[in-house]
């Protein structure tokens, strides 16, 4: 069982959540915790030996913590995840890969793409597979097919493996903070699109990618995972492309693995990452 809890700072707040877990006979095998003391604000994660009653173990939290606390019990280890994608494999086999063999952290239910290029791959792995296509009608009533679609599957996740439309701000507050991805660049630098032939024209002399959550600033929402690498003057924009895509696929994953395990807490436009 997983037990996260974030809430206003004040003394005495181990003791409490400890001796609730205590009394009612739960081993705690791993527990992290951490105090924004600009914000004065607390954040906590146990990894409980023995599941219990959670409505109990939640009452009785709350009895004993400051009235703005949050808590999420998790006893289940496998997310409920939907997909969606554009034209562009990497990051999309990698995920149906980890999903076959049962080492996500969560289950993919289906993917979502406004092209069909990539049905194929998904027909290998037998995986439900959606072209929902943004030609030839507004983007409202693309998106309404998009959420209908996303609705059916009743998600804790969505990822954006690489789907290159930029989503409104209705479709972000129906997911808040439940929209998670990637993006081809070292944020904040290089925001929107190609960044690789943005980098190559500065000349820069690291490339890398940005796992984040979703929010209605384009590349502006609480980071997740990232991760550089070096190249230099003789990397074409092309040779970036090829080394940003191998990161982006590893960041993602990173990203992804550190969400499903309850690692993440966003507070503002800020994560807190016990990894």
């Known amino acids: 069982m997983i037990i996260v809890i974030q809430c206003t700072d004040q003394v005495g707040l181990v003791a409490f959540i400890t001796s609730v877990l205590a009394k009612e006979q739960l081993n705690i095998v791993s527990m992290r915790e951490y105090v924004d003391q600009l914000n004065g604000r607390f954040f906590m994660r146990l990894e409980i030996a023995y599941g219990g009653d959670e409505d109990k173990i939640r009452l009785q939290l709350l009895k004993v913590l400051p009235a703005d606390t949050e808590i999420q019990i998790n006893p289940l280890p496998d997310k409920r995840v939907v997909v969606m994608v554009t034209k562009e494999y990497h990051c999309l086999a990698d995920i149906l890969i980890r999903n076959y063999y049962g080492t996500l952290g969560a289950k993919v239910l289906a993917v979502i793409g406004n092209h069909s290029v990539l049905e194929d791959i998904c ?45 409104s701000p209705a479709l972000v507050a129906k997911f808040p903070m439940r929209i998670i991805n990637i993006h081809h660049s070292f944020l904040p630098a290089f925001i929107g699109a190609n960044p690789y032939k943005q980098a190559f024209e500065r000349g820069v002399k690291l490339v890398g990618a940005t796992a984040h959550f979703v929010s209605n600033e384009l590349d502006e929402g609480p980071i997740i995972a990232q991760q550089i690498i070096s190249v230099n003057h003789s990397y074409t924009a092309g040779a970036m492309v090829k080394a940003g895509k191998e990161i982006e696929t590893s960041v993602l994953a990173t990203a992804l693995k550190l969400v499903f395990e309850d690692r993440v807490f966003v507070y503002k436009n800020k994560t807190i990452v016990f990894d």
């Open 123 to 167: 027909r290998r792995f037998d995986m439900p597979f959606f072209a929902i296509s943004h030609e030839g009608i507004s983007k409202a009533e693309f998106e309404e097919q998009v959420a209908a679609r996303i609705d059916e599957f009743q998600p804790d996740y969505i990822v954006l493996a690489k789907f290159m439309r930029i989503l």
